[in-house]
Nanobody
Framework: QVQLVESGGGLVQAEGSLRLSCAAS????????MGWFRQAPGKEREFVAA????????VYADSVKGRFTISRNNAKNTVYLQMNRLKPEDTAVYYC???????????????????WGLGTQVTVSS
């Protein structure tokens, strides 16, 4: 069983920055691919970014490429999402997720992830 707890959300003005954190339980965090997803009101959950357990390969949604950066600290069992130049359309609940399949490339599909956090709200005002 893996528990994920997100933090770092809040209210920020457009063009501002936030850093989200996701703390994971479990002794094998270093072998999990980790992803961030978001869900805006009335919309489906969408992929944001992911990082692999091996070689820390990263993948991003086109809408956040160049503005968001995903990283991980295996010693702290934590994955981060640095969000810069935020836009009002980035407003959503942000979720982190863990893929425990040992795949070499981080998946962009929510169906590939086994465990989810409860989310943290990010609101960007114009």
């Amino acid at each position: 069983q893996v528990q994920l707890v997100e933090s770092g959300g809040g209210l920020v003005q457009a063009e501002g920055s936030l850093r989200l954190s996701c703390a994971a339980s479990g002794r094998t965090f270093s072998s999990y691919n980790m992803g961030w997803f978001r869900q805006a009101p009335g919309k489906e959950r969408e992929f944001v970014a992911a990082i692999s357990w091996r070689f820390e390969n990263t993948v991003y949604a086109d809408s956040v490429k160049g503005r968001f950066t995903i990283s991980r600290n295996n010693a702290k069992n934590t994955v981060y999402l640095q969000m810069n130049r935020l836009k009002p359309e980035d407003t959503a609940v942000y979720y982190c997720a863990a893929d425990t399949s040992w795949g070499n490339y981080p998946p962009a599909s929510s169906a590939e992830y086994d465990y989810w956090g409860l989310g943290t709200q990010v609101t960007v005002s114009s």
